[in-house]
């Protein structure tokens, strides 16, 4: 089974094209929606990391993107999975933190000390995580992004979660893209080092789903190489 994890703000349905792609190869596949049913108000990254662990198996492959690939490092931290890939990952402690800068993250300091879920400005969200996109299509994806836990926002914002990488024991792929200013390729590329991962690059920025059709087929090959299939 491949296990499909969205980003901080994401949703599910992002994962649709991928879904449709590797079910055609063979694969059963799933998009989490591993916020479900929590309130988010009290929600920490330890109970979406408690909830995939109990979801996935060694016969399974995890793929995030964003926070969902620093997700995929933490589930694989704690179970022994065929293969977890992620793509345009936020990183661990230890890394070059994501570039949104001190003085734009103070407008959310009050949402943060209240523990009142949120989801980053238009502006904001434009510059750092659609910078391809036209302004129709940016905005039609803002309006679909879900408001997620300040706790959970100001951790992976902050590169506050750790993850030993001698406790991940499954093959492992980090994706990045060219034009990402939010989480740089540099970045990716040490993590994929620091992680014994094979890494590539791909043209595009962060929102990867309106190029998404190169990244499966890199995604399929890794899988190929591995000897993964259904």
């Known amino acids: 089974m491949l296990y499909f994890l969205h ?5 599910p349905e992002e994962w649709d094209p991928f879904l449709t792609y590797f079910k055609a190869k063979g694969f059963q596949c799933e998009s989490v929606n591993f916020m479900k049913d929590f309130d988010l108000r009290k929600t920490n990254f330890s109970d979406y990391v408690n909830k995939i662990t109990s979801i996935v198996s060694k016969n399974d492959v995890v793929i995030g993107h964003s926070m969902g690939g620093l997700l995929m490092l933490k589930v694989a931290e704690q179970v022994s999975l065929k293969a977890g890939i992620a793509i345009c990952p936020a990183p661990p402690n230890g890394f070059e933190k994501n570039s949104i800068s001190f003085l734009k993250q103070m407008r959310y300091l009050p949402k943060i000390l209240f523990h009142i879920p949120f989801k980053p400005s238009y502006p904001l969200y434009s510059s750092l995580f659609v910078k391809n996109l036209d302004e129709q299509s940016a905005k039609r994806q803002y309006a679909r992004l879900q408001k997620q836990s300040a706790m959970v926002t100001y951790d992976v914002m902050r590169g506050r979660i750790q993850v030993d990488a001698s406790k991940i024991s ?10 990402d200013p939010a989480i740089p390729s540099r970045t990716v590329e040490y993590m994929a080092e620091a992680y014994q991962a094979a890494f590539k690059l791909y ?7 309106s190029r998404w059709d190169d990244i499966a087929q890199g995604i399929y090959d890794f899988l190929k190489d591995k000897d993964i299939n259904e």
């Not at 980003?7 to 949703?11: A, H, Q, V, W």
């Not at 043209?203 to 789903?209: K, Q, S, T, V």
Request: hydrophobic share 30%; net charge negative.
């Open 7 to 11: 980003g901080l703000n994401g949703y």
């Open 170 to 179: 499954c093959p492992l792929f980090l994706i990045s893209t060219k034009d």
């Open 203 to 209: 043209p595009g920025d962060h929102y990867i789903f």
